[in-house]
């Protein structure tokens, strides 16, 4: 890993007020020579995943001339595994997911690409978790929090010697967390309603909703087991064993 130090540190976050709602993204920008420049800006409607991504592409932006090492910290995953992972299936495939779908945010993962692959020395990719309190992902979060709600932002452009955010403050490991697999979806054992005091076992939940939908009163609920049938049947009184 290279001495932070010495090369260009970039902090980046986005928020939303709502997740799509008002959006907002902070960067801040360390360079070795010892000038910090914040960076900012609001969007009326955008998701979270669009403002990690604003706040990324608008820093690499904002260095294109930078010629030293860069080292880039934020606490989305969906920003690190995309670039350093998923963006080159999705190339291959003409920007579609492995189900062929069109992938979500192409132009901004687009943008990233093209400044991204344009850097040399390659960009170092560091993921630092959100709210523990490491100074430079606080300020851009609260940088990125500021602009989706409407609120006025002070932009830090100076020394770093006059820069009240411990910039250089970063925890040791930076490393990302592994992806946690997917849980199998576990099928329904079975699928009761009662309809004026008639109780019926479904297999399917077609089945079942076409019998409860218009139906005042009506009960329906999805069971995990046969134990799970038992204690439905006692939430809703019924002392009935189903065959």
């Not at 009662?194 to 005042?216: Q, T």
């Amino acid at each position: 890993m290279i001495d932070q130090r010495q090369h260009l540190v970039i902090f980046t976050d986005g928020a939303c007020s709502g997740n799509p709602g008002p959006g907002g993204w902070g960067v801040v920008l360390a360079f070795p020579d010892g000038k910090v420049i914040e960076l900012g800006g609001a969007e009326r409607g955008a998701t979270n995943n669009q403002m990690e991504l604003r706040a990324t592409v608008e820093a690499l932006d904002a260095v294109r001339e930078y010629e030293g090492e860069v080292g880039i910290y934020t606490d989305s995953t969906y920003v690190i595994r995309g670039i350093t992972q998923w963006v080159w299936g999705w190339k291959k495939k003409g920007w579609k997911t492995a189900d062929g779908k069109d992938v979500a945010n192409q132009n901004l993962w687009q943008a990233l690409v093209r400044l991204a692959s344009a850097r040399k020395p390659k960009i170092e990719w560091h993921y630092v978790r959100g709210h523990i309190g490491t100074p430079g992902n606080e300020r851009v979060d609260e940088i990125a929090t500021r602009f989706s709600t409407g609120k006025r932002v002070e932009l830090y452009r100076g020394s770093l010697l006059k820069y009240d955010v411990a910039i250089h403050d970063i925890p040791e490991n930076t490393e990302l967390p592994e992806m946690r697999p997917k849980e199998e979806k576990k099928a329904a054992y079975s699928y009761l309603s009662l309809v004026n005091g008639v109780l019926e076992r479904h297999a399917d939940w077609k089945s079942c909703e076409a019998r409860v939908k218009g139906r005042p009163g009506a009960k329906f609920k999805k069971a995990m087991s046969p134990a799970n049938e038992t204690e439905i049947l006692s939430e809703w009184g019924i002392a009935q064993v189903l065959k």
